[in-house]
Each structure stands twice: as structure tokens, then as C-alpha cells.
């Protein structure tokens, strides 16, 4: 039987999965999987039961636990499943178990924790980010194993902890401890990030400045502003100042979306309390989001430089501090095997021309990048992980299936 008649297959079972896929997001869901730093209790339930389930279905599922003695039982999973192939090479999706917390509960129309579904939309948290690639992966394997196909490739399922609070105890500890589990030859799919139509294959990331800027002149009464130096008027300044950046950095790369690199005045904190207070203090940040082709530490230093060009004018005392430095990975090539492998299941799922590209944000494929791994991240999403009443639709997820199915089923 031809590839494709194998495709044809298992697209038609994972039609009859609905019931199931529901079922599997409501225990999901059900299960609070907030990490420790948000004060949650870890992922520990929602891997047991991923890991009886796969186990149920004959696999052979490895742990590969991160101390961490916050956590009930002091560990936090790592959970790797895989299918034998006719090749040791492996296809694989990473999916993170760990949720973000439901934040401001008023903002929700029903329980975060339990599963509400209406119509094509399953509500709680975590249905999207990242059941959404759990879910996915788990139907598509299901569907393979039903049907008693052997896959050209090894698959292989990541399911692991941390990834919404710095990865230490994710990503980061299972390539630190066990490198050898990962080839240059796999095909690596992080479903964790992408766009409504599903075309969005992200292949590259911008590097990441996190600057605090720390305005000091000198406190006074509001009706005497001879007496004192006012930090408000001179941020205000130094912010138009910095508009100066985009100009300087102005290169274009058709990659990214937005193709530039950007430079905006973020958070603000409080100065004084009453209005009739000239601040003697100011404190805001500034988010870059730059293209690897330009230095972080020539940003650094012209942020610096036009800030205190317009600080001076006003006897203000500018420091510059970075809060975060990401510079960025190298970007997975645009014919990296995966990225192939996407862009001909995605042009046969949903017909539509598929979009690799450069993203501003950053995700846990860039930590596969670093290490010389082509990691591509794809999904079809409904926008709104983190958010109250977060959903995935049940029509993303069978068709995000059958694309996972259909890379999965490839000969070469
Ligand atoms: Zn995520």
C-alpha cells in the first residue's frame, strides 16, 4: 500500500474520534497542571495519566524527571513515548504538560478546570495551550496503532513540564541529560505556537532585549517646578528620542512578521502619589524584538546613548539596565526536512499555501535550534492560550491530526 493510500486510512479513522477527543481534553483539563513558580501543583497528576494511557495502548513510555522539591514527590515529569518505525529515525511532537493559571476567575464563564463544550469549541484551561498539541499527537498515534500500521519513522511523543515558566525543568533538562535521545536526522514538531488558518509554520525567532530605564532628577512641589527636575517630561523625551532606533535599525527581512525589528515602551511604574508631586523618579521598560542580523550590544549602546542625549536637555540621569537577553537561535532552514514534511501535509489537510516564517516571541524551539536541531512549531490555533475562556476547536484538532498523520506517514 502506497503512502498516500496509508494517509487516506488513517484520515478516515481519526474521524471517529470525536467522542474520544473530548473525553481525553475533560481529563486533561480537569487535572491542574500550574507549576510551582505560578504556586500550582505541578504536572505530576496529568502525567500519571498520560503515561497509564500510553502504556494501555502497549507503548513504551520513559520518564525522565527533573528534581525540583516543590512538587509533590519532588520531580517533575518528562514523559517520552515511542512507536517503533521501519527506520530508527524520529518524528517528533513535543507538547508541554503544564498550564498557565486561570488568572481574574470572574473573567470566566464557567469553571477554568472543567471541560464546557459548545458547539465546535471546548472551553477550560490549557484546552489549547498545549492540549491542543497533546491531543493531537495522541490521535494521530492512536489512529496508526488501530489500524496496525508500522510508520516509515519512528515516533516519538515529548510530553514535558515547564515550559510556561523557563523550561529548566522541561526542555532544558532532557536535552542537558539525554542528548542522545535527539538526531540532526529526526523531524522535530513543536505544536505550542501558530496561527487561525493553520499555514503558519514558524522556523525562526528575533532576538529578545528586555531594557529597564531609570529616570533620576530631583523631587519638588508641582507649583515650583524651578526648584526640582521633572523625570516625567524627560521620559516622555527620551521615549520620543528612542523612536530613532527603528530608523537606525531599519533592515527588512521578508522572513519575519512584522519584517522589521521593533522597539516599544512597555511597562510604566508608579512614581508619586498625588498629582500636585513633580516626580523625581522614573522608571519604564523597553521590549526589543530585533533581527539576528543586528548585535544586542550595539542596541544596548545607542539606547543608551539617544536616551541620554534627551536626558541631558532636562539635567536628568539616565541608566540603562537589561532585565532579558535571548540573542537568537539559528532559524531551521526553509528546506529542513520538517518544514517540507509540514507544508505538503498542510497543503493536502486544508488545501491552503503554507507559511513558513520569523516570529517576534519566543518559544521552546529555540532551545532544539541551539543545538543544531531543525525544530519547527505549527499549530492551528483559536488565539487564546493565557487568556480567560480559553477553547481549541474540535475541527482544528482532527485536522491538525491528520496533518501530524500524514508527516508521520511519510516515506522519505
Ligand atoms: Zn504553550
Known amino acids: 500500500m502506497t503512502g498516500k493510500d496509508l494517509y487516506q486510512r488513517v484520515a478516515v479513522r481519526l474521524g471517529d474520534y470525536?467522542?474520544?477527543?473530548?473525553?481525553?481534553?475533560?481529563?486533561?483539563?480537569?487535572?491542574?497542571?500550574?507549576?510551582?513558580?505560578?504556586?500550582?501543583?505541578?504536572?505530576?497528576?496529568?502525567?500519571?495519566?498520560?503515561a497509564e494511557m500510553l502504556r494501555s495502548w502497549g507503548l513504551k513510555v520513559e520518564n525522565y524527571p527533573a528534581p525540583d522539591a516543590r512538587v509533590a514527590g519532588g520531580q517533575r515529569p518528562n514523559l517520552v513515548a515511542l512507536v517503533p518505525g521501519r527506520r530508527p529515525e524520529k518524528v517528533w511532537v513535543l507538547s508541554h504538560l503544564d498550564v498557565v493559571p486561570p488568572g481574574d476567575e470572574t473573567l470566566w464563564?464557567?469553571?477554568?478546570?472543567?471541560?464546557?463544550?459548545?458547539?465546535?469549541?471546548?472551553?477550560?484551561?490549557?484546552?489549547?495551550?498545549?492540549?491542543?498539541?497533546?491531543?493531537?499527537?495522541?490521535?494521530?498515534?492512536?489512529?496508526?496503532?488501530?489500524?496496525?500500521?508500522t510508520p516509515p519513522r519512528t515516533l516519538a511523543l515529548a510530553l514535558v513540564s515547564d515550559e510556561e515558566t523557563g523550561n529548566e525543568k522541561g526542555l532544558i533538562h532532557l536535552l542537558r541529560e539525554q542528548p542522545q535521545?535527539?538526531?540532526?536526522?529526526?523531524?522535530?514538531?513543536?505544536?505550542?505556537?501558530?496561527?487561525?488558518?493553520?499555514?503558519?509554520?514558524?522556523?525562526?525567532e528575533k532576538s529578545i532585549l528586555w531594557l529597564r530605564l531609570t529616570l533620576e532628577g530631583k523631587q519638588c512641589h508641582a507649583s515650583r517646578p524651578d526648584l526640582g527636575r521633572n523625570t516625567l517630561r524627560a521620559s516622555a523625551h527620551?521615549?520620543?528620542?528612542?523612536?530613532?532606533?527603528?530608523?537606525?535599525?531599519?533592515?527588512?527581512?521578508p522572513l519575519f512578521r512584522p519584517p522589521v525589528s521593533t522597539f516599544e515602551p512597555t511597562k510604566k511604574e508608579a512614581n508619586v502619589p498625588n498629582i500636585n508631586t513633580i516626580p523625581g523618579r522614573d522608571v519604564f521598560y523597553l521590549d526589543c524584538r530585533v533581527l539576528p542580523e543586528y548585535d544586542l550590544s550595539r542596541v544596548k549602546e545607542r539606547v543608551l546613548a539617544l536616551g541620554q542625549e534627551a536626558a541631558r536637555r532636562f539635567e536628568v540621569k539616565l541608566t540603562v539596565e537589561p532585565v532579558q537577553e535571548l540573542p537568537s537561535a539559528p532559524a531551521t532552514p526553509l528546506d529542513a526536512?520538517?518544514?517540507?514534511?509540514?507544508?505538503?501535509?498542510?497543503?493536502?489537510?486544508?488545501?491552503?499555501?503554507p507559511q513558513p516564517r520569523g516570529i517576534g516571541g519566543g518559544t521552546v524551539a529555540a532551545f532544539f535550534r541551539q543545538q543544531g536541531l531543525h525544530a519547527a512549531v505549527w499549530m492551528t490555533v483559536s488565539q487564546t492560550a493565557h487568556q480567560p475562556n480559553e477553547f481549541t476547536l474540535l475541527s482544528n484538532l482532527l485536522g491538525d491530526a491528520r496533518v501530524l498523520a500524514h508527516v508521520f506517514l511519510e516515506k522519505d
Open 109 to 149: 464563564d464557567s469553571d477554568p478546570f472543567t471541560l464546557r463544550v459548545e458547539g465546535d469549541r471546548l472551553y477550560g484551561r490549557g484546552t489549547e495551550d498545549d492540549h491542543h498539541g497533546i491531543v493531537t499527537s495522541l490521535m494521530a498515534v492512536k489512529a496508526i496503532l488501530d489500524l496496525g500500521i
Open 238 to 253: 527620551v521615549i520620543l528620542a528612542l523612536e530613532e532606533l527603528a530608523r537606525e535599525f531599519s533592515l527588512e527581512d
Open 337 to 353: 526536512p520538517v518544514v517540507k514534511a509540514l507544508e505538503r501535509a498542510i497543503q493536502e489537510v486544508y488545501g491552503r499555501d
Open 181 to 204: 535521545l535527539f538526531s540532526p536526522a529526526d523531524l522535530i514538531i513543536v505544536p505550542d505556537a501558530g496561527s487561525l488558518d493553520g499555514t503558519l509554520i514558524e522556523v525562526a
Open 18 to 50: 470525536q467522542q474520544q477527543v473530548i473525553d481525553w481534553q475533560r481529563e486533561l483539563v480537569s487535572r491542574n497542571a500550574v507549576g510551582p513558580d505560578h504556586g500550582g501543583p505541578g504536572e505530576g497528576e496529568k502525567a500519571a495519566f498520560l
